[in-house]
């Protein structure tokens, strides 16, 4: 069965950059000219997602707002002809009636338990996770190459990508045995690794593709790194019976969790947005001439 579905866990509280998120979810932190959300649902649907299940949490209902019709804006951007390039940007963000659900995970337990969240809007199906943390630029969208390495491998798909020793610690990190291009076959996966036990410099992105058996291994998950519920636990246990790969995509990941990640995405769009590259590059040559 093809990849219908996509879990979208947005419930984190985005510490690391408040108080811009105290009163707007992080997921909605404009990157130049939409919310860093909109990148990620882009990159789910170039991917031939059909249904997106957000697992929200309190102070989370902007992002409802976000992909519904908005009337009232739709109607006063109708009414000007000068607005008719907006208004389409506007009517873009909806998504299909029936294509969206909403679930709440009422506590921070972990990435393993907002997975867990998602069970019976899933159900008995292969599906997809994106970390909207994470924003990915590449062509075809890192999801969408993934969905095409599955319909040769099937089973369970993590994307990685290379990361700084430095930097290691912070991530999930694979064992991988053997590569056939892009796809890696690996023996084992740990979640946060102190930095001299880390089995390799391959992390996981934040995209997965995963089989339906993981939801009941969640369920029984035990505290893990930072006595939360992780995700890389059960996908360990996963990998003593289903098939598992790595998958090291091709493009460019930008983490909007942290503050210079964030400030690298908007950069990085802003010199790609032709509204505004020429003067994003002057703004930018100019502070680095420190004039
Ligand atoms: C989560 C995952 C981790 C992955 C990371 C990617 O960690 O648990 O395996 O490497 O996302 O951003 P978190 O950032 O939620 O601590």
């Known amino acids: 069965m093809g990849i219908r579905k996509a879990v979208m866990p947005v419930a984190g509280h985005g510490t690391r950059v408040l108080p811009a998120t105290k009163s707007i979810p992080k997921e909605l932190l404009p990157v130049v000219d939409r919310p860093a959300l909109q990148y990620v649902v882009d990159e789910a649907l170039e991917a031939g997602i059909e249904h997106i299940v957000f697992v929200t949490g309190r102070g989370k209902g902007a992002i409802e707002d976000y992909f519904d019709e908005a009337f009232e804006l739709e109607a006063a951007l109708a009414a000007k002809t000068s607005k008719a ?7 873009r963000t909806k998504l299909p009636a029936g294509a969206a659900s ?26 997809a996770v994106l970390l909207p943390d994470v924003i990915v630029r590449a062509k075809p969208s890192c999801l969408a190459q993934m969905v095409e390495a599955y319909e040769n491998t099937g089973g369970n798909i993590v994307a990685v990508d290379p990361v700084p020793e430095e930097k290691i610690s912070s991530y999930g990190v694979i064992t991988p045995e053997s590569r056939d291009g892009r796809l890696i076959r690996m023996s084992g996966m740990v979640e946060k690794p102190p930095r001299e036990e880390a089995p390799s410099n391959l992390k996981i992105t934040g995209r997965y593709i995963l089989q339906p058996e993981i939801f009941d291994l969640l369920e029984e998950q035990g505290k893990g790194a930072g006595g939360e519920i992780q995700l890389t636990d059960s996908m360990v246990t996963l990998m003593e019976s289903q098939s598992f790969h790595a998958y090291e995509f091709d493009g460019e990941e ?31 040559a100019r502070y680095a001439a420190g004039t």
């Open 85 to 91: 390039d907006i208004l389409a940007e506007v009517q």
């Open 254 to 284: 930008f983490d909007c969790g942290s503050k210079a990640g964030y400030f690298e995405a908007v950069v990085a769009h802003a010199l790609q947005n032709p509204e505004t590259a020429d003067e994003a590059k002057a703004i930018l």
């Open 102 to 127: 909403f679930t709440r995970q009422q506590a921070p337990l972990g990435l393993g338990h907002a997975v867990w969240c998602a069970k019976d809007i899933v159900g008995d199906e292969p599906f």
